[in-house]
């Protein structure tokens, strides 16, 4: 299988920032959800391609557009998929990034000149 990391820039202050994700729907996080099978077909296909809307996860599952719709929200209630788009024939699925339990994804150096663990007097 292939899996295409998905990347973020931004600029926080001075700082230029590159996040690269790496691929945390393992097998064992994805027993874990307690998806059905259509669904964990869904999160590969959304591996392999880089999204899914609803007419292409019933063309892969053969399930009816309400059945698609109810399960393509549960797996973004789960926190496997995040919805994109608006709704309707514009809406479809990605990866969702890990969550940061931890809130370590926001930590960074001081800026330049900043004094570390204090403020610019020295107190």
Not at 87 to 109: F, P, Q
Request: glycine residues 14%; without cysteine.
């Amino acid at each position: 299988m292939t899996f295409t990391s998905k990347r973020s820039f931004e600029q926080r202050g001075g700082d230029f920032v590159v996040t690269i994700f790496r691929d945390w729907l393992t097998a064992d996080v994805l027993s874990r959800l307690g998806l059905n099978e259509r669904q964990l077909l869904a999160v590969f296909e959304v591996k392999t391609s880089g999204r899914i809307g609803n007419a292409s996860y019933r063309k892969l599952t053969g399930t009816t557009s309400k059945t698609a719709s109810r399960d393509l929200e549960d797996l973004v209630l789960r926190g496997g998929l995040a919805r994109s788009g608006r709704t309707g024939r514009g809406t479809h699925y990605v990866l969702a990034g890990k969550r940061d339990i931890n809130e370590t994804n926001r930590t960074s150096l001081p800026p330049l000149g900043d004094p570390p663990g204090g403020d610019k007097k020295g107190t």
